[in-house]
């Protein structure tokens, strides 16, 4: 049994070397210049990606809903060296606010290499407990106004040979306890933006497609929620903007970081009373 345990575990890890291989090597002076805009950008993985980004020397646009929050980041991306850090406050749950968003880096910027979204509403760690208005209101930030931005994005990107970045979790592969309006929202981006892949590759589009599978990432917003509740280990925000940038720099399709989400995904479907065993047991809860 440990030998079939060690088999395993090295066949996956030569599968996973094999596909690192092979992917095209990542150029920071690629970035130089680029036009950005990332989303949900005042904290966590998007304020660190705004720093990455400012740091290769692009040319940037951030949002998120706090704009004190947002000048500070910017003032910060123009010292690590943006050639343009430009600030927009907008609410991701007004039906207008995402392509006005869009617009206003179209204008500011001449056009998008690069279409980063990654913000995500509020939502309890909590057992569901029936609010449907929640659910309806979190589907609308996490998972509509990505399509709106994405559509309305998408000539400028086509024209500029540029990328779109999907930041998404491994609750949008497997759901967990706790967090269904979130798994939700993020099942149906993995859903919509999987098929516009298919979609944008029978089209010889111009446009690259990433989906960003994230695990838990220490960033305060989830360290606070799962604060004795449940104890995992979380991979740093900054190594994880770092990878989201160069998966969508290299035009690859797929991201898992860290690189035990994969294996879950596999897990989940391979040996499935386990890996809920397993799930249930890491939660601190009585009921
Ligand atoms: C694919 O091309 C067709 C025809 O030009 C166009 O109508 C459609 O919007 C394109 N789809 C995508 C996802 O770009
Ligand atoms: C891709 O970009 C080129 C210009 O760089 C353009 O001629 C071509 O039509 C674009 N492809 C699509 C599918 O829009």
Known sequence: MRTLTKLFLASISVAFIAVKWSAPSFQPESLRGARVLVTGASTGIGEQMAYHYARFGAQI???????KVLQQV?????????????????????????ETVVDFALQKLGGLDYLVLNHIGPSPFSM???????????????????????????????????????VSSLLAKMAGPFTAP?????????GFFGSLQHELAMNNSNVS???????????DTAM??????????????SEAALRIIQTGATRQEELYYPWNTY??????????SA????????????P
């Open 61 to 67: 646009v951030i949002t998120a809903r706090r704009e």
């Open 74 to 98: 910017a003032d910060k991306c123009l010292s690590l060296g943006a050639q343009k850090a430009l600030y927009i406050a907008a609410d991701m749950s007004s039906e207008s606010d995402p």
């Open 128 to 166: 569901w407990k029936g609010d449907i208005e929640h659910s309806r209101w979190l589907m609308q930030v996490n998972f509509f106004s990505y399509v709106q931005m994405a559509w309305k994005a998408l000539p400028s990107l086509e024209q500029n040979k540029g990328s779109l970045v999907i």
């Open 182 to 190: 979130y798994s939700s929202t993020k099942f149906a981006l993995n």
């Open 209 to 219: 497609l990433s989906i960003c599978t994230l695990g838990l990432i220490d960033t």
């Open 224 to 237: 606070e929620k799962i604060r004795g509740i449940i104890d995992i280990p979380a991979a740093p925000a």
């Open 263 to 272: 294996l879950a995904t596999l897990t989940k479907d391979w040996i499935p």
């Open 275 to 286: 890996t809920n065993y397993i799930v249930r047991n890491a939660y601190n809860y009585i």
